[in-house]
């Protein structure tokens, strides 16, 4: 996926100005794919220059002006021609895995502060979806509200499989600390 996309569906759900879409950018669709401001901003410059959303300066009042972004036609029929276009499941690239499995040549026992690291990471993400959960799809649901809780449960669910396998392999961990033999003392 291009950012790009990622920018297009965050302006139709509300236009906004380059500002305001890092921040909202930070507190949805940035779980789950990272961009930073500056990212940003240079895509937006260039969706601009192509057409595919259009500025409009607002002057302030009391803040300096603003542009504030919308999505052109343009920008509707780039999003779907890439909503039709097929996709294939993104593959995982961890450094914690690599490291899980050099664990076999060396101290396998000196993960673990690393996985309860991972596991307290994933519990803090989980409780944050939870309270977004709780706060914002309550009742009825409207299509893009419904559309859009059904990507907060993924989110769920992958980190209550983190949490998961982070304690079966934190379980394996300490049962290979278990077996190490025992240094004789005189």
Same mark, same amino acid.
């Given at each position: 996926? &291009?950012?790009?996309? $990622?920018l297009l569906?965050? /302006?139709?759900e509300?236009?906004s100005? +380059?500002?305001?879409l890092a921040? %909202?950018?930070?507190r949805?669709?940035?779980?789950?794919?990272?961009?930073t401001h500056?990212?940003i901003y240079?895509?937006l410059?260039r969706?601009?220059?192509?057409g595919?959303?259009a500025g409009?300066?607002? &002057?302030g009042d009391? $803040?300096?002006d603003?542009t /504030?972004?919308?999505?052109?036609q343009? +920008?509707?029929?780039?999003?779907? %021609?890439?909503?039709?276009?097929?996709?294939?499941p993104?593959?995982v690239?961890?450094?914690l895995?690599v490291?899980?499995?050099?664990?076999?040549?060396?101290?396998a026992?000196k993960?673990?502060?690393?996985l309860?690291h991972?596991? $307290?990471?994933?519990a803090?993400?989980?409780t944050?979806?939870r309270?977004?959960e709780a706060r914002?799809f309550a009742?009825m649901?409207?299509?893009q509200?419904?559309?859009?809780?059904?990507v907060?449960?993924?989110?769920?669910r992958f980190?209550?499989?983190?949490?998961e396998?982070?304690?079966?392999?934190?379980g394996l961990?300490h049962?290979?600390e278990?077996?190490k033999?025992?240094?004789?003392?005189?």
């Amino acid at each position: 996926m &291009a950012l790009d996309h $990622a920018l297009l569906v965050s /302006l139709l759900e509300k236009p906004s100005s +380059g500002y305001e879409l890092a921040r %909202r950018f930070d507190r949805s669709i940035g779980y789950f794919w990272h961009a930073t401001h500056q990212q940003i901003y240079k895509v937006l410059a260039r969706m601009e220059e192509a057409g595919w959303i259009a500025g409009e300066v607002q &002057a302030g009042d009391v $803040a300096p002006d603003r542009t /504030l972004f919308s999505v052109s036609q343009a +920008g509707r029929t780039e999003l779907a %021609r890439w909503l039709a276009e097929p996709t294939n499941p993104e593959g995982v690239r961890d450094t914690l895995m690599v490291k899980l499995r050099g664990a076999a040549f060396g101290d396998a026992h000196k993960l673990i502060p690393e996985l309860e690291h991972h596991r $307290a990471l994933h519990a803090n993400r989980l409780t944050a979806y939870r309270v977004i959960e709780a706060r914002d799809f309550a009742g009825m649901l409207d299509r893009q509200r419904a559309l859009q809780y059904q990507v907060l449960k993924s989110g769920i669910r992958f980190e209550q499989g983190w949490l998961e396998w982070c304690e079966e392999a934190l379980g394996l961990l300490h049962s290979f600390e278990q077996d190490k033999p025992r240094r004789k003392t005189k």
